[in-house]
Each structure stands twice: as C-alpha cells, then as structure tokens.
Nanobody
Framework: QVQLVESGGGLVQTGGSLRLSCAAS????????MGWFRQAPGKEREFVAA???????????YYSDSVKGRFTVSRDNAKNTVYLQMNSLKPEDTAVYYC?????????????????????WGQGTQVTVSS
C-alpha cells in the first residue's frame, strides 16, 4: 500500500511558476513509476507527465504535448518524492493536479499516459493561473 500526498499548489499569474511535490509512503518508492495528471472543472482527468523507475541507469520521462518544454518532472528516491516544476504557466493549466503511482508496471512505455496504469492516487492539489 502506498499513500501519496501532493503539495505546492496555489494561485499564480500567467507566466509564473510553481513546483508541485508528491510525497510517497513506503520503502520501495524507487521501484514505482510516477505520473502526474490534472483535471479541470467539467473535463476528464488528463495525463501531464510521468517518470519511470530506474531502468538500468535511465529514468524514462514523458510529457503531454500541452506541457512539453514548460513542465519538468523529476524524482528524489532518497526523499520518496516526485516533483513537477511548472514554468510559463497559462490559464489553461488551471486544474486539480494529482500524482499517481504503480510498481514496475508492464508495457509502461506504451501505457504511461493512461489512468488505469496507476493503482495509487493522491488527493490532488489545486493550481489556479490567473490571466
């Protein structure tokens, strides 16, 4: 069982930055793939970014087209934490942001952006970007 707690959300102006954190419980965090999703009012929850567990010497990182070049996902296994650095924020980035986790999921390179891929979810943190 893994518990996830997001933090770092808030209100920011267009063009501003925020860094979200997701702290995970448990002793096997390093073996988990971690994803970030978001859900705006009246919309489906959508994929934002993901980072794999360490495969060989590599972490595989994925972004949605809408955030590529503006957001950066990273992880610190010593702190059981995954981060989402969000720069050049736009009003359309306004949403509740959720982190999600799954332990060494199969076929991850083809499924990282699907909600069903992740077993554990945090409670979400609100990000509001004012114009």
């Amino acid at each position: 069982q893994v518990q996830l707690v997001e933090s770092g959300g808030g209100l920011v102006q267009t063009g501003g930055s925020l860094r979200l954190s997701c702290a995970a419980s448990g002793r096997t965090f390093s073996s988990y793939a971690m994803g970030w999703f978001r859900q705006a009012p009246g919309k489906e929850r959508e994929f934002v970014a993901a980072i794999s567990w360490k495969i060989g010497i590599t972490y595989y990182i994925y972004y949605s087209d809408s955030v590529k070049g503006r957001f950066t996902v990273s992880r610190d296994n010593a702190k059981n934490t995954v981060y989402l650095q969000m720069n050049s924020l736009k009003p359309e980035d306004t949403a509740v942001y959720y982190c999600a986790a799954e332990q060494t999921p199969s076929d991850y390179s083809n499924t990282y952006n699907f909600r069903y891929r992740y077993k554990y979810w945090g409670q979400g943190t609100q990000v509001t970007v004012s114009s």
